[in-house]
């Protein structure tokens, strides 16, 4: 599928979605815009891990943050449930850049498993304030959104919160976008694949992660932003380990460098924890079955099938649709 | 392109058509209840206890509440606030229940009454003890009423009992979270008020398993030692304790001692006294009847999460009698069942005007025995003192209590502490 | 806070962090040889602790539970090793990600093998008393985690330090490819390393099991402390994670006993701080 004929596929799927949506049960509206905002943070990681060759453990941290500030304006101080809620989503976007411009400036210097590792330790160190700072985030209690906002339409509308949603997530993919097929972009990609090289070229490669790092933070807490209006309740399970943990294994399903993937990734994780848990109790097999499988023989993801069954067709050979996984040794 | 399109839209065409189905069938004399308890982790113990209660009055009473037919459908939200809003809002969107019980934490309590509020379904609170839900908050949920307890209805009482022990000053160790803090507070407000000291508190995490931290800060010149252990905590607190050679007395809130993982304590419990409206050696006739039925279907103990869940289910039973069979809508049914007053497992329950119960608080100790002729003796919580009908003011004015703030981290003030 | 709460504190700190040493020295080891983050360790810890409770339901033995529990749980690290991540080749992300989704599968079947509630492994009445020592009381099982984390650190220092298998270790830890150049067998040494890893992981749960409890959950508890004493005292660094494991043990007692409030913190902060300065750990090899 050439570039051109994905945009579209996109575009119609988005379409689909705004159109079909709404005549859906409540509850799959409600996963829906749960899947939608949750997406965005896992397109985040994508920049990252897709296009840059970085995987981040600690993408909740930024998701946290993000979720923690939109509650305790609202709980606390009742902004953000007005028309500032706009204020409140650049505000999400700021803290994600600020904290991930913070933890840049720690974890850029690693690659590979190191990077891991310590975005790790910072998503811990999130967590571990997030759990106990009482005071600030009320700890293990969590802290309650009453409501959702009101200006002019209101929030508290299950398919007008959805349509702001799904209009959020289509700017952020749109944005994303951009960004990936732009000369920044495509350094990036030149990053993943050679690093040495880009900087025998003159790149400067470290601003350039940087940059990435802070840019994929930014949306982080806009998706956080948008998780806490969902949920109506933000608690530490959100900045835990295992949220940075399932983004990672939903970019990594759908796809890793397709952007697209993320959303795909994240759609069918929640679908199945969310509606086959309801069905059998032993979903957990299939969603870990689905993971391993997926790792072992489908390293680009659900997003490379259409890749590999062309291969497996004698097609044209490797294109340039076909990336994997392994970065480049450190 | 339409594998792409088939993943996007698959789940969603999918849940339509089966909510289409499910929604056609649905209807009939039918009361379809949600029950909310952690399935899967760290508290599954103590969802299953919830269940097993809920589901032995079922048993016993042919599947039927009040003359309906009762479908039961119970959801996982392993004891996180935010999962339980998930499937509460599945249990009231898809599956149209007519109520929805559970939950376990504190938390998780405060999270699903603005649920109910929201989609004009009722919430039964059996298990979140968390005041304020019932106290300065009850306006803003019209269709909640809570069956179990109030977290500082039982520290009330047991302040004054405290005092009247020769208590002067007490240490206190409880879970950094809202539940420990009400217990504690209540506890504090009274022995406080009855001359006692409350000299020191300290605040391990909700879920902390090594007090080594802790345990060694604990003042030397307390009389007693004041815990409030929940979940996993509980086995470990007294073992560690004993271990660092404690020989002060311990009392501590309900849930320290509580049946669901005393069998599984050993003999560092004993003499433990705590405060509950309910222990599985009630030596009443009601409650032999039902520990019998309890064990010999479950193969343990039922602890207060089961008999919480089991009186819910005999609550629910008599409203819908008095409402003819059918559900009555939401407002009327949470009238109906506040306005009841029946002999239940724990002794007597009625509610007060702000859907609270009002009922029996027992002084229990931790004590090996054998108990209704069972042959070996095991941990039992002797009941040693009785104070009738407690209801969450205890002996406090209503209107001057709520003008307090709600009993957290900093309130009531730390006044005597060293 | 007098010399008594010191002492008192450090000894509670040693003895957790002998229990870290446990858990992480396997972690550290296989990130050493495999140059995998092993997120299923946590898994291992916790499966361990109720293999060991099924030994002592049948056979009343605590004593025969640690052998039993490690080498179970040794051989599923090997089956895993040898089955699913070998075939992956040299990917780490994919290793990675892959023991992530064993987790999962992992959890999910011990909650349907062992139900979801809490147990505690009980230890022979022995280790239940304390001694005192000078107004001290110390807790005997405290000690003998403290005991037995040191035979186990002192076995495996040797193993590697005196021994040929120790050295072909260490020589693929330092330069793999150099080590495969001389003609070392690096994939059979991967195996046995991971089987090894697994196998402290689960000897450590059976002993943190009547420490903590053993319950849902606990896997992805002690998961971040087991990378915490890795990453502080190094990858493929086993005096390091002796180290590492103390330094843990005491900063998150003290941590909790001094700063209730940050304790988290004052453990994961420390982390970044180092990694961000040497990413390989304190102790590290790279």
């Given at each position: 599928m050439t570039s051109r004929r994905k945009v579209w596929a996109v575009i119609a799927a988005v379409a689909a979605l705004a159109i079909v949506v709404p005549f859906t049960s409540s509850f799959v509206i409600l996963l829906a815009t749960r899947a939608l905002a949750f997406s965005i943070l896992v397109m985040s990681l994508d920049i990252l891990l897709g296009f840059t060759g970085l995987a981040s453990l600690g993408q909740a941290a930024y998701f946290g943050v993000g979720a923690y500030m939109t509650a305790i304006l609202a709980a606390k101080y009742q902004i953000g449930l007005g028309f500032d809620f706009w204020l409140v989503v650049v505000g999400g976007l700021l803290i994600g850049a600020a904290l991930a411009a913070v933890f840049g400036l720690l974890a850029i210097r690693a690659s590979g498993v190191y990077f891991l590792m310590i975005t790790l330790a910072l998503g811990q160190c999130v967590w571990g304030l997030a759990y106990r700072w009482n005071s600030l985030t009320n700890g293990d209690n969590g802290i309650n959104i009453q409501v959702r906002p009101r200006f002019g339409i209101d929030l508290a509308n299950e398919v007008t919160f959805f349509y702001v949603v799904l209009g959020l997530f289509a700017v952020s993919l749109f944005a994303m976008y951009v960004l990936v097929r732009s000369p920044f972009g495509r350094s990036l990609a030149g990053i993943r694949e050679r690093e040495l090289r880009m900087k025998i070229l003159g790149y400067n490669t470290w601003l350039h992660k940087y940059v990435a790092f802070i840019i994929s933070g930014a949306f982080g807490g806009l998706s956080g932003v948008l998780w806490a209006h969902t949920a109506g309740i933000v608690s530490p399970v959100n900045v835990e380990l295992t949220t940075s943990v399932d983004a990672l294994l939903m970019a990594v399903l759908g796809g890793a460098g397709t952007l697209v993937g993320g959303a795909i990734g994240a759609f069918i994780v929640i679908a199945l924890r969310e509606y086959l848990s309801t069905v059998v109790p032993w979903w957990q097999y299939v969603l870990g079955g689905v993971y391993v499988l997926t790792i072992l023989y489908l390293p680009s993801g659900l997003m490379g099938i259409p890749a590999r069954i062309r291969q497996r067709r004698g097609a044209l050979g490797k294109r340039e649709g076909d990336k994997t996984l392994a970065t480049a040794p450190s | 392109?339409?594998?792409?399109?088939?993943?996007?839209?698959?789940?969603?065409?999918?849940?339509?058509?089966?909510?289409?189905?499910?929604?056609?069938?649905?209807?009939?004399?039918?009361?379809?209840?949600?029950?909310?308890?952690?399935?899967?982790?760290?508290?599954?113990?103590?969802?299953?206890?919830?269940?097993?209660?809920?589901?032995?009055?079922?048993?016993?009473?042919?599947?039927?509440?009040?003359g309906a037919d009762v479908k039961l459908i119970v959801e996982d939200d392993q004891a996180k606030p935010d999962v339980g809003v998930t499937k509460a809002r599945k249990l009231v969107l898809q599956d149209h229940v007519h109520m929805f019980i559970g939950g376990i934490l504190a938390p998780t309590g405060y999270a699903l009454a603005p649920v109910s509020t929201a989609e004009k379904t009722v919430y039964i609170s059996s298990i979140p003890a968390a005041d304020d839900l019932t106290q300065r908050q009850i306006d803003k949920y019209p269709y909640f009423i809570r069956t179990g307890w109030s977290s500082s209805q039982p520290s009330h009482p047991?302040?004054?009992?405290?005092?009247?022990?020769?208590?002067?000053?007490?240490?206190?160790?409880?879970?950094?979270?809202?539940?420990?803090?009400?217990?504690?507070?209540?506890?504090?407000?009274?022995?406080?008020?009855?001359?006692?000291?409350?000299?020191?508190?300290?605040?391990?995490?909700?879920?902390?398993?090594?007090?080594?931290?802790?345990?060694?800060?604990?003042?030397?010149?307390?009389?007693?030692?004041?815990?409030?252990?929940?979940?996993?905590?509980?086995?470990?607190?007294?073992?560690?304790?004993?271990?660092?050679?404690?020989?002060?007395?311990?009392?501590?809130?309900?849930?320290?001692?509580?049946?669901?993982?005393?069998?599984?304590?050993?003999?560092?419990?004993?003499?433990?006294?705590?405060?509950?409206?309910?222990?599985?050696?009630?030596?009443?006739?009601?409650?032999?009847?039902?520990?019998?039925?309890y064990r010999a279907k479950y193969n343990k103990v039922p602890s207060y999460f089961s008999e919480s869940n089991y009186t819910t289910a005999q609550l629910i039973d008599e409203t819908i009698k008095q409402t003819g069979g059918k559900f009555p809508g939401p407002e009327e049914f949470v009238k109906v069942m506040a306005g009841l007053k029946i002999d239940a497992v724990r002794g007597p329950v009625s509610f007060d005007d702000m859907r609270n119960p009002i009922q029996n608080i027992y002084i229990r100790k931790v004590e090996k025995k054998k108990m209704f002729g069972y042959d070996k003796a095991e941990l039992w919580n002797t009941v040693i003192k009785t104070y009738p009908s407690v209801s969450q003011f205890w002996k406090y004015d209503k209107a001057a209590f709520l003008k307090q703030p709600v009993y957290s981290r900093d309130w009531p003030p730390c006044g005597n502490c060293e | 806070m007098n010399l008594h709460f010191w002492l008192i504190q450090a000894f509670n700190g040693i003895s957790y962090g002998a229990l870290l040493f446990l858990v992480g020295s396997g972690l550290s080891l296989i990130f050493g040889v495999m140059r995998i983050v092993n997120l299923s360790h946590g898994s291992y810890f916790l499966l361990g602790g109720y293999v060991a409770l099924t030994v002592i339901w049948t056979t009343g033995s605590w004593v025969l539970a640690i052998p039993v529990a490690g080498l179970a749980i040794g051989g599923i690290g090997l089956l895993m090793e040898r089955i699913f991540l070998r075939p992956l080749g040299f990917d780490p992300l994919r290793q990675v990600l892959l023991t992530v989704g064993f987790a999962f599968l992992f959890q999910q079947a011990a909650l349907d093998i062992w139900t979801g509630n809490n147990f505690d492994i009980e230890p022979p009445a022995l280790l239940t008393k304390s001694i005192q020592v000078g107004g001290l009381f110390l807790p005997l099982y405290r000690i003998f985690m403290i005991a037995s984390a040191a035979v186990i650190g002192i076995v495996l220092w040797l193993a590697m330090e005196k021994t040929r298998i120790g050295a072909t270790v260490r020589a693929t830890v330092d330069d793999a490819e150099m080590a495969r150049g001389i003609g070392i067998d690096t994939s059979r040494i991967s195996m046995f390393i991971f089987a090894l890893g697994a196998l402290l992981a689960a000897v450590g749960g059976v002993i943190g099991g009547a420490f903590l409890g053993i319950y849902p959950g606990l896997d992805f508890e002690i998961l971040p402390l087991a990378f915490a004493v890795v990453i502080i005292g190094g990858m493929g660094s086993l005096g390091g994670a002796a180290i590492g494991a103390l330094l843990v043990g005491l900063a998150d007692n003290f941590g909790k006993a001094l700063f209730p409030e940050v304790s988290y913190f004052t453990l994961y902060a420390p982390m970044a701080l180092i990694l961000a300065i040497k990413p390989t750990g304190l102790f590290g090899r790279e």
């Open positions: - | 392109m339409t594998n792409a399109w088939l993943r996007r839209l698959g789940p969603m065409v999918l849940g339509g058509a089966l909510v289409a189905a499910a929604s056609a069938s649905a209807g009939a004399e039918e009361l379809r209840i949600g029950f909310i308890a952690a399935i899967t982790g760290p508290f599954a113990a103590v969802g299953k206890d919830m269940v097993d209660g809920f589901q032995l009055y079922l048993d016993q009473h042919g599947n039927k509440l009040g047991f302040g004054q009992w405290a005092c009247e022990q020769g208590y002067k000053k007490i240490a206190v160790i409880a879970a950094d979270y809202a539940f420990g803090y009400e217990v504690v507070g209540g506890f504090q407000k009274s022995f406080e008020d009855c001359g006692g000291k409350i000299i020191q508190k300290i605040w391990p995490p909700l879920g902390s398993k090594d007090f080594g931290p802790y345990i060694p800060a604990i003042k030397p010149d307390a009389d007693a030692i004041f815990s409030l252990m929940v979940g996993p905590m509980v086995p470990q607190f007294p073992k560690q304790l004993a271990a660092a050679g404690n020989t002060k007395p311990v009392i501590g809130g309900g849930t320290s001692y509580d049946e669901f993982v005393l069998p599984a304590m050993g003999d560092e419990a004993i003499g433990g006294v705590s405060p509950l409206q309910y222990s599985a050696a009630l030596e009443t006739p009601k409650n032999e009847a039902f520990v019998k039925a | -």
